[in-house]
């Protein structure tokens, strides 16, 4: 497993950890707690990093990578969606060029 993996997996852990727990001492039972919350932190954050790369600001991509990563993880917590899912559906898009599964989901 790739060092990225790790992380992400160890952070995914500790996210669905925070479920049910005080929204006031923690940002992730905050996230899980409320889904539109995590959703609208998710664009944010988003937003911030595609202006960091139009920017070409290295630090601030790293940085902002960072936050959609986790924030995306939260959001996968608060809908119940787990990373397999997420995965299954990577594997299911590799047969396919990028032109040809865009096509398929207009309509």
């Known amino acids: 497993m790739s060092r ?3 992380v992400v997996d160890r952070l995914s852990e500790v996210i669905a950890s925070r479920a049910g727990g005080d929204v ?3 940002w992730s039972a905050r996230l899980i707690a ?3 919350l995590a959703a609208r932190k998710l664009g944010e954050e988003a937003l911030e990093l595609a202006l960091a790369a139009v ?3 290295r630090p601030a991509i790293v940085g902002e990578s960072a936050d959609v990563i986790y924030h995306f993880l939260a959001l996968l917590a608060a809908t119940g969606i787990s990373l ?3 995965a299954e559906e990577l594997t299911r898009r590799e047969t396919r060029s990028g032109v040809a599964e865009k096509a398929s989901r207009q309509g």
């Open 84 to 86: 397999d899912e997420v």
């Open 34 to 36: 409320e889904p539109g």
């Open 24 to 26: 006031a001492a923690s």
């Open 55 to 57: 920017q070409s600001d």
């Open 4 to 6: 990225f993996a790790e």
